[in-house]
């Protein structure tokens, strides 16, 4: 069975910090593109951070500088390195994974096959 699971959440002051970790089992995800999302409440879930196999790494305008989605295929995970964080970076942070090596829809939720059961990420003012 193929879980994902996401940890390192928490309550940040804006300007600081937090680094996500998903931890992926059941299958290996080394040849698979991994992902984050995000929803804050009210709102539709929307695209992060995505990096493919060989490390190419896509950001939404909104993280570009700050975020990084580094992955370590020997432990089956991906993380996101959330710096300089703003009170508009406050929502549920999900864990995302495609069935094959490439997705066509690699910013769009559709694209991705296995989801984490999120995590919360708030940051005060």
């Known amino acids: 069975q193929v879980q994902l699971v996401e940890s390192g959440g928490g309550l940040v002051q804006a300007g600081g910090s937090l680094r996500l970790s998903c931890a992926a089992s059941?299958?290996?995800?080394?040849?698979?593109?991994m992902a984050w999302f995000r929803q804050a409440t009210g709102k539709e879930r929307e695209f992060v951070a995505a990096v493919n196999w060989i490390g190419r790494t896509y950001y939404a305008d909104s993280v570009k500088g700050r975020f990084g989605i580094p992955r370590e295929n020997v432990k089956n995970t991906v993380f996101l390195q959330m710096n300089s964080l703003k009170p508009e970076d406050t929502a549920v942070y999900y864990c995302?994974?495609?069935?094959?090596?490439?997705?066509?829809?690699?910013?769009?939720?559709?694209?991705?096959?296995?989801w984490g059961q999120g995590t919360q990420v708030t940051i005060s003012s």
């Open positions: 059941g299958r290996s995800f080394s040849r698979n593109v």
């Open positions: 995302a994974a495609s069935k094959g090596t490439t997705t066509a829809q690699i910013r769009d939720a559709r694209g991705y096959d296995y």
